[in-house]
């Protein structure tokens, strides 16, 4: 559990597993500040490696998901400072590197105005699902520089090009029903069902084989700029290193999957996962969760082998 307090981001962590991250500047609509992502830096680094953290929830605080960079400490306050600059943009990097191949499953919870540079985080999220009333903007056109950072790129890639033109070069909005269209989030939902929508993909989530989840997603991330045959071989070792990952728990998720399936009829695979996969749990005959084989070595005592007297 992290004990720490930070200025500029709150960290809520649950007991069933999800973590939430808030962006916590409220009075500054959340934007981003240099002091914001070296926090963010710090706090991903420990989550990631946190035992208690099995999923990630990114928000903000107020009625802002984040307004993007802050113009005033993030360009201002560094000119002429060429160490601070460079400081600033290195940690900025926890979005687009970081973020992008997170180890542990991330949804974006935009809950309101998510602009420019806030583009970032949202799209580089696994997952992500806004408010309807939420407004989405590039607005840099309007103050003269290109969008922040990466975003053109990742809205070439993510909308249809007439609607990344469109939105860049206007500076116009568009709220969470029109960002699910494109692309920019999974789904919107009314605000009040915001919270709730979250957690129930959170906790569908959750009940994922955490190794084969965090393969998936790797895979898909990976495997976009690739030929067929480097992806090929690419996704030929990220199955092996399932198998290792999951050997360490003294489990085999493709074995049992298949087993529970073919073998005892204990689940549907187009309807819910296999009984045990989050947890490295397997099934008795008649689908009663048993502990797994590294579980059953840990929990019985080894006997003690002598001579008779």
Not at 31 to 50: K, Y
Not at 113 to 120: D, E, I, N, S, W
Not at 200 to 222: C, D, F, M, S
């Amino acid at each position: 559990m992290l004990k720490k307090k930070y200025s500029c981001v709150k960290v809520d962590q649950q007991k069933d597993g999800i973590t939430w991250i808030i962006f916590n500047r409220p009075e500054k609509r959340n934007a981003m500040s240099p002091t914001f992502h070296a926090e963010m830096v710090e706090i991903l680094d420990l989550l990631e490696t946190d035992p208690d953290t099995k999923l990630v929830i990114l928000t903000g605080e107020g009625v802002s998901f984040s307004a993007g960079q802050d113009l005033k400490v993030f360009f201002r306050e560094t000119d002429g400072r060429p160490d601070l600059k460079a400081a600033a943009y290195n940690n900025s990097k926890w979005r687009n590197e970081k973020l992008w191949m997170y180890n542990k499953p991330t949804i974006s919870m935009v809950n309101g105005f998510c602009v420019g540079g806030a583009f970032t985080q949202c799209i580089c999220s696994d997952f992500a699902i806004s408010a309807d009333s939420a407004i989405f903007c590039l607005s840099e056109i309007n103050w003269g520089i290109l969008p922040g950072g990466m975003v053109s790129k990742m809205v070439s890639d993510l909308f249809n090009q007439r609607d990344a033109m469109f939105y860049a070069c206007t500076g116009r909005t568009f709220n969470g029903k029109e960002a699910a269209k494109m692309g920019m989030v999974n789904y919107s939902v009314p605000k009040k069902d915001l919270r709730k929508e979250t957690l129930k993909l959170a906790k569908e989530l959750l009940e994922k084989n955490p190794n084969v989840l965090r393969g998936t997603k790797h895979a898909i991330r990976a495997t976009q700029d690739m030929s067929w045959r480097a992806a090929a071989d690419y996704l030929a070792a990220k199955g092996a290193e399932i198998k290792v990952r999951d050997a360490a728990r003294g489990h085999d998720a493709y074995a049992e999957g298949i087993r529970q399936f073919i073998d005892e009829k204990a689940y549907r695979p187009v309807f819910s996962p296999y009984v045990g996969a989050a947890d490295g749990m397997t099934t008795e005959k008649g689908g009663k969760p048993r502990a797994s084989a590294a579980r059953k070595r840990k929990a019985s005592p080894k006997k003690r082998v002598g001579k008779k007297k």
